[in-house]
């Protein structure tokens, strides 16, 4: 792979502790949510960061499918839902929903930009194979 970029981010003390990119624009307190027995609170956690930045991702490779296609998108949405639970080996891990708006375009030729993004997406193609991902348009 030739890198176009890099981004670096250190965490200290884990699900109780904090995350910090080397350039300063992230800086967060991270606490284990209530529904996995943390205090929870207005603290983010390691799902919804890497929500936030699938769902981004997803809504750029879709856009970029799209060009490619010469087909003009208007308000496309991403919602990323990612879950953790345990796994049959006394692991964990991770699965993810998408929920994709794409708005005025016809459903045959939006659910063709929906698959095509599947592939095209950095996140869809680091988790393939590894977790369950689930493709919804809205």
């Not at 800086?27 to 699938?54: H, R, S, V, W």
């Not at 080996?89 to 998408?98: I, K, R, W, Y």
């Not at 994709?100 to 393939?128: D, F, G």
């Amino acid at each position: 792979m030739k890198k176009l970029y890099t981004a670096n981010a250190t965490a200290t003390g884990g699900r109780e502790g904090r995350t910090k990119s080397d350039d300063g624009v992230l800086d967060f307190k991270i606490e284990i949510p209530k529904e996995m027995g943390g205090k929870g609170g207005a603290y983010t956690n390691p799902e919804q960061l890497f929500a936030a930045g699938y769902a981004a991702c997803f809504d750029s490779a879709l856009n970029l499918v799209a060009r490619n296609q010469k087909i003009k998108l208007k308000d496309t949405s991403v919602t990323a839902s990612v879950s953790i639970g345990q796994n049959s080996e006394g692991g964990f891990s991770l699965a993810v929903d998408l929920a994709v708006s794409i708005p005025e375009i016809e459903r045959e030729t939006a659910q063709k930009l929906l698959e095509t993004a599947h592939q095209v997406c950095p996140y869809s193609n680091a988790t393939r194979g590894n977790i369950e991902v689930n493709l919804n348009l809205l």
